[in-house]
């Protein structure tokens, strides 16, 4: 059995019935927020697309964005946006990184250092993202 998304994190932002917290990323799909698409049903206390997929409504807390991973197989990715202003790297890394699900974070640091070095030429990288990240 593959292992749940949220593993045994009792500080993760995702709430304690999420399907992050059984279910492996891919398994379950996550909703912007909750809507008739994925009703509540008050016997196991989760909510579940018709065709019975595990959805999340908080992709704020899960930290992945909103997709249908399971129902679709949507491809989970997220892309790297710096902001315009160099002043606001380093803070937006710092939020980006956080809030990401430990599953994207590989990628993000890769397209990270691209983007650093693409758009901020004069920034070190590795040091960006040291400062991004303690």
Same mark, same amino acid.
């Given at each position: 059995? =593959?292992?749940?998304? &949220?593993?045994?994190?009792? %500080?993760?932002?995702?709430?304690?019935?999420c399907p992050s +917290?059984? %279910?492996?990323?891919? /398994?379950?799909?996550?909703?912007? $927020?909750?809507? !008739?698409?994925?009703?509540? $049903?008050? @016997?196991?206390?989760? +909510?579940?697309? @018709?065709?019975?997929?595990? &959805?999340?409504?908080?992709?704020?807390? &899960? !930290?992945?964005? @909103?997709?249908?991973?399971?129902? /679709?197989?949507?491809?989970? $990715?997220? +892309?790297?946006?710096?902001? =315009?202003?160099?002043?606001?790297v380093v803070p937006?890394?710092?939020?980006?990184?956080?809030?990401? *699900?430990?599953?994207? %974070?590989?990628?993000?640091?890769?397209? *990270?250092?691209? /983007?650093?070095? $693409?758009?901020?030429?004069?920034?070190?990288?590795? =040091?960006?993202?040291? +400062? *991004?990240?303690?």
């Open positions: 059995m =593959a292992e749940s998304f &949220v593993n045994g994190d009792v %500080l993760h932002l995702a709430c304690g019935i +917290r059984r %279910l492996p990323v891919g /398994e379950f799909d996550v909703f912007e $927020r909750p809507t !008739g698409e994925c009703p509540f $049903r008050p @016997a196991d206390g989760h +909510r579940y697309t @018709a065709d019975g997929t595990p &959805v999340c409504v908080h992709p704020e807390k &899960v !930290g992945l964005p @909103a997709g249908r991973y399971k129902s /679709e197989g949507a491809p989970l $990715r997220v +892309r790297v946006c710096l902001p =315009a202003d160099e002043s606001a937006y890394l710092h939020d980006l990184l956080y809030g990401a *699900a430990p599953v994207l %974070l590989d990628d993000l640091i890769g397209q *990270a250092q691209i /983007e650093i070095r $693409r758009t901020f030429p004069d920034l070190d990288p590795l =040091a960006t993202l040291r +400062r *991004a990240l303690s």
